[in-house]
């Protein structure tokens, strides 16, 4: 989770500038002003194979979702002793369901929870927002998090005068307090992403999903019962997913009763355990 929580403390930032550097000393010995320094296509080709053979003789491979097992396997890795387990984060036991959802003439708030980089879509929702432009007054919408600054700084130009708001980077620690904020959670990723760990937090408090249908996404979304799914990049389908819960705000709470999702952290551990404890004694 680097990019995700890490990148955005002191510790990241450091990391951050001491990967430049290290970056400008080898290209500087190398007389070259490419950063960072890439593989040729033969090296790249033979990391490929000495992984993908490394992999495929493995005592066991644990994806965190359907899609990266089906990625892999389309790319030779198809060990048999590979199962699905979804990634998990330290605070899950910290997030409690929200209460039902209540209108009372308030403006509904659609929320970005995450890392805001180009590869997670965050524009398409500023693209969205553009279309619900006779709505504008029904809803806001609350951005949290960091990640690439010039991305977030154009995102910013964008969004001035409008109903979105930049909440910047949170701690993992109040992830509770960010959830409380929005009535409806947007993951438009555009990237396969695995199952991003933010999808179990929102199930968890009992936050509606619109989803991308890439990745792991679409495993965690049930679309139109807990939640909502759209093409990726399909800004169209997504405004319109979201002009539905504007007109019919009584969605958000129908979607919040069929959001069934539970977590033990102990019996996760002990599952964990005994799938490697079983490995030791078989290998």
């Not at 290209?27 to 000495?50: D, G, M, V, Y």
């Not at 979304?221 to 979201?242: C, K, S, T, W, Y």
Request: glycine fraction near 8%.
């Amino acid at each position: 989770m680097y990019v995700g929580y890490v990148r955005n403390t002191s510790i990241g930032k450091g990391l951050d500038r001491f990967a430049k550097l290290v970056y400008r000393i080898l290209a500087r010995r190398q007389n070259s002003s490419a950063i960072p320094l890439t593989l040729s296509s033969h090296l790249f080709k033979k990391r490929r194979e000495f992984f993908i053979e490394e992999l495929n003789h493995a005592p066991a491979i644990i994806f965190p979702s359907k899609r990266t097992q089906e990625i892999y396997a389309q790319y030779g890795v198809k060990n048999s002793a590979s199962f699905v387990m979804t990634g998990v984060n330290k605070n899950y036991g910290q997030i409690i369901p929200k209460l039902p959802f209540q209108p009372q003439g308030r403006k509904i708030v659609f929320g970005y929870v995450g890392s805001i980089l180009k590869t997670k879509g965050v524009h398409l929702i500023l693209d969205a927002v553009k279309l619900l432009k006779t709505l504008q007054d029904s809803f806001e919408v609350f951005i949290f998090g960091g990640g690439d600054e010039t991305y977030i700084e154009e995102l910013k130009k964008r969004a001035q005068s409008s109903n979105i708001f930049f909440k910047g980077p949170y701690n993992p620690t109040n992830i509770q307090r960010v959830l409380n904020a929005i009535d409806v959670a947007i993951v438009p990723s555009i990237c396969e992403d695995c199952v991003p760990i933010v999808i179990n937090e929102l199930k968890l408090s009992k936050t509606p999903i619109i989803g991308s249908r890439i990745g792991g996404i679409g495993e965690a979304i049930q679309d139109g019962i807990n939640g909502f799914l759209f093409e990726p990049g399909n800004v169209r389908e997504l405004a319109g997913h979201m002009e539905s819960i504007i007109r019919k705000p009584s969605i958000i709470r129908s979607l919040m009763e069929s959001t069934d999702f539970s977590f033990n952290m102990e019996e996760y551990m002990a599952d964990l355990i005994r799938t490697y404890e079983d490995l030791i004694k078989s290998s």
